[in-house]
């Protein structure tokens, strides 16, 4: 039915007072349900008139709706790819920052081993000298050694009874001779350095040992020599 025969008809019929369902209905059963169906009717197309562009507009906020959802499910899968890279970014900085930091430790710690080697080069180095001078010492006192033990058992034979000047006196002229006859010897003997022990000689002194030389050859005299010393009482 049309929208303006609706419209005729609401005007002409539907506004006259016999027109309802109740009084045509006594009259005439069919006739009032025939009424009472074409006021449902108009009821109907004023209801639906007022749906039908609700409709329409919900079909086309329906159809906006998916386009955006379709939109929305893309930026989803876009935002997961983002995701995805920016996890792999994270890891990726994370192992770098693991690497620079063994790298660092790494560095810092050879730093410190090459600060402990320089150290140590250039103590050896002051070592060196040390050493060469204690070689070149070790070689003299190898090559003088022959007469220094020959001049020593002429002390530790003969000293016993003499006192420290003559003592002097004695190993001057015996070194003296040693060198004219050709015998390798210290060009100053001393007897303390030859045979004695400076460990034990220092031991002696903190028992009370006078520290002077003829105090310390004495001593010599008693621990090396074969016979018996004699002590006398001041």
Do not use: H
Not at 181 to 203: A, E, H
């Amino acid at each position: 039915m049309s929208e303006a025969l609706l419209k005729r008809v609401r005007e002409k019929w539907f506004k006259m007072p016999d027109f309802n369902p109740k009084d045509v209905g006594q009259k005439s059963v069919p006739a009032g349900k025939l009424c009472d169906w074409a006021l449902a009717l108009s009821q109907y197309q004023s209801v639906n008139k007022n749906i039908i562009p609700k409709k329409e507009k919900a079909a086309e906020m329906d159809k906006f709706l998916k386009e955006q959802m379709a939109i929305l499910s893309k930026k989803l899968e876009e935002l997961r790819v983002v995701k995805e890279k920016v996890a792999e970014l994270v890891a990726n900085a994370n192992r770098l920052k693991a690497q620079k930091d063994e790298l660092e430790f790494r560095m810092n710690r050879d730093q410190a081993r090459m600060g402990r080697a320089e150290k140590l080069v250039v103590l050896l180095a002051d070592e060196a000298v040390r050493w060469k001078e204690t070689v070149e010492i070790l070689d003299k006192d190898i090559y003088e050694l022959v007469g220094n033990v020959f001049l020593s058992c002429a002390c530790i034979s003969y000293f016993g009874a003499f006192t420290g000047v003559y003592r002097k006196q004695l190993t001057d002229s015996w070194t003296l001779i040693s060198k004219e006859k050709k015998i390798p010897c210290s060009d100053t003997f001393n007897l303390v350095k030859v045979m004695g022990d400076p460990v034990v000689v220092r031991g002696w002194c903190i028992d009370g040992l006078p520290t002077d030389n003829t105090s310390c050859e004495n001593g010599i005299l008693t621990t090396k020599a074969e016979r018996w010393g004699l002590c006398i009482d001041p």
